[in-house]
């Protein structure tokens, strides 16, 4: 369930913010980890959530707060090049609802 989407642009970046609502935290590691292997040939940083360097941008996926019902994270995309832009948002919210789906199944 989407929570926020955000797009503007600030020269000379587009930027798509949205927060999702997941269910747990082992949601958001598998998450984590699919997206972080759809974009394995770019740069990385794990620190704090995923962080991709790709050119002419970048993304992130951070988790903002965990309650015992859901957590809510941030998908950032900042690229100069709208039309990447909107792939790879568009790629990185395709992989989460696939993880969401597979999951629910599980349950």
Same mark, same amino acid.
């Given at each position: 369930?989407?929570? $926020?989407? !955000? %797009? =503007?642009?600030?020269?000379?970046?587009? !930027?798509?913010? &949205?927060? +999702? =609502?997941?269910?747990?935290? &082992?949601?958001? #590691?598998?998450?984590?980890?699919?997206? =972080?292997? +759809?974009?394995?040939?770019?740069?990385? $940083?794990?620190? #704090? @959530?995923? $962080?991709?360097?790709?050119?002419? @941008?970048?993304?992130? *996926?951070?988790?903002? +707060? $965990? =309650?015992?019902?859901?957590?809510?994270? +941030? %998908?950032?995309?900042?690229?100069?090049?709208?039309?990447?832009?909107?792939?790879? @948002? #568009? &790629? *990185?919210?395709?992989?989460?609802?696939? *993880?969401?789906?597979?999951?629910?199944?599980? *349950?």
């Amino acid at each position: 369930m989407t929570k $926020e989407l !955000n %797009i =503007s642009f600030k020269s000379p970046y587009h !930027n798509w913010t &949205q927060r +999702e =609502s997941i269910v747990n935290k &082992q949601l958001y #590691n598998k998450f984590l980890n699919w997206t =972080s292997g +759809e974009f394995d040939l770019y740069l990385q $940083e794990e620190l #704090n @959530g995923l $962080e991709v360097f790709f050119p002419k @941008g970048e993304f992130s *996926i951070k988790a903002l +707060e $965990e =309650s015992k019902k859901n957590m809510l994270i +941030e %998908i950032n995309v900042k690229s100069k090049d709208l039309t990447l832009m909107n792939t790879i @948002g #568009n &790629q *990185i919210i395709s992989i989460y609802h696939q *993880i969401e789906s597979i999951y629910s199944k599980s *349950i």
